[in-house]
Structure formats: structure tokens, C-alpha cells
């Protein structure tokens, strides 16, 4: 079983649709990455969180560190934000483990 | 430029031989991973750290794989004995010691073992 998982693992949406992607894991952190890769592109930081919530434009990322579980959210998403989305999380400063990442398809 | 560059962009490496992969990141950087992409099967896991150490095999795979770092803001991913599946794309990414640290990522080298 992986440290971090994701959900889902692939998911097509309609433009303007409301998208959620989901990260688990199972290690105390001391941080979590949401970061985004587009197809043949290099990866883009997103966001890092320790607690609470984090809002750019129209993406926003949580984080329960009680659960062990952080969500991102795209709100009226546009197919310019097909990528792949990937949570990390440091479970000191020294490591970051990665999810397998969530392939997201959005459709005008 | 001020962000972490991965050289070179593609590699084609016969199977058995060893190959180098080169990462500069940020100035001031201390702490560089490796991750990697296998081709057709999604983002692949590499738990791959380094801090100041000059050499640290603590990710995985290990064995085969190695991180050399001759500069304080390079780093060298070495692979032994290439194997076919060893062919994806390798990613270098930086982050500043301390909380709260952002990760920054290079593009990524390619390679293909044949």
C-alpha cells in the first residue's frame, strides 16, 4: 500500500463542472504538495499546505491533519486545466513521497 | 535562469550500460529529490532524498540508482546496468531546508533504455 493515495485516479469532467481530487496518506508530515503536470510539461507547484485551506483563483486546497487527508478543488473548471494532478506530502524535511497522481480530462 | 534545470532532456542508453543525469537547482536550494515517470503505467513513486550528504541511497529503487551531489546545488542521478524498464522520465526537484517549504521542479529528462 502506497503512503499517499489518490482518488480518483483518472476523471473527466464538463467545463463549468466542480472538480474534486482527493490525497490520503498514512505518515505524520510536516507539509503537502498539490502540484499540476501538463502533457509533455514539467510540474508546476500548486500549492503547500500545512493546515487549514489555500485559495488561488479558481483552485482552492484543504487539509485535515487529523484525517490524514487533504482535497483540491477546481471550481467552473475549462479544458485548460486537463492535467495531471499530484499530491506530495514531506514527512520531514528530508523526503517527499509522492501519489501516483490523478489524470483529469476537461471537455468544452 | 533561477529556476532547476535537468540536463540533458533526452537520453538513449543501451541496455546494461550506466548513464548520468545532471539537476542544477536553486541557489540556496539544500535538499534535491528524484522522482520518476514510467512511461504507459502513470506517475511511479521514487521516494528518492538527498540532503547534504555527498552521496544517499536511502529512496527507492536502490541498488542500481544513486544521487552524487559535486556542487552544493547539484545534483547527479546515476543508473547502473540499465534495464529496459528503467526507461521514463526522470524528475529533479529543490526545496529551501526549513517548514513550510514549496517544492520547484525541472522539466525532466526523458530516457529511453533500448
Known amino acids: 500500500k502506497n503512503e499517499v493515495e489518490q482518488s480518483p485516479q483518472n476523471l473527466t469532467a464538463q467545463e463549468g463542472e466542480f472538480i474534486t481530487i482527493n490525497c490520503s496518506y498514512s505518515?505524520?508530515?510536516?507539509?503537502l504538495h498539490w502540484l499540476q503536470q501538463h502533457p509533455g510539461g514539467g510540474i508546476v507547484s500548486l500549492f503547500m499546505l500545512s493546515s487549514g485551506k489555500k485559495k488561488h483563483g479558481r483552485l482552492i486546497a484543504t487539509i485535515n491533519i487529523q484525517e490524514k487527508h487533504s482535497s483540491l478543488h477546481i471550481t467552473a473548471s475549462h479544458p485548460r486545466d486537463s492535467a495531471v494532478y499530484i499530491c506530495a506530502v514531506s514527512p520531514n524535511t528530508d523526503k517527499l513521497i509522492f501519489g501516483t497522481g490523478t489524470r483529469l480530462q476537461v471537455f468544452p | 535562469g533561477a529556476g532547476v534545470s535537468q540536463s540533458p532532456r533526452y537520453k538513449v542508453a543501451k541496455r546494461g550500460r550506466d548513464v548520468a543525469l545532471r539537476c542544477d537547482s536553486i541557489s540556496g536550494h539544500v535538499t534535491l529529490y528524484w522522482y520518476r515517470q514510467t512511461l504507459g503505467q502513470g506517475s511511479e513513486v521514487l521516494t528518492y532524498?538527498?540532503?547534504?550528504?555527498?552521496?544517499?541511497k536511502s529512496g527507492r529503487p536502490s541498488g542500481r540508482f544513486s544521487a552524487e551531489r559535486p556542487e552544493r546545488s547539484v545534483s547527479t542521478l546515476k543508473i547502473q546496468r540499465t534495464e529496459q524498464g528503467d526507461s521514463a522520465v526522470y524528475l529533479c526537484?529543490?526545496?529551501?531546508?526549513?517548514?513550510?517549504?514549496?517544492?520547484?521542479f525541472g522539466q525532466g529528462t526523458r530516457l529511453t533504455v533500448v
Open positions: 532524498s538527498q540532503s547534504d550528504a555527498q552521496r544517499d
Open positions: 505518515v505524520g508530515i510536516s507539509a
Open positions: 526537484a529543490s526545496t529551501s531546508r526549513g517548514e513550510d517549504t514549496e517544492a520547484f
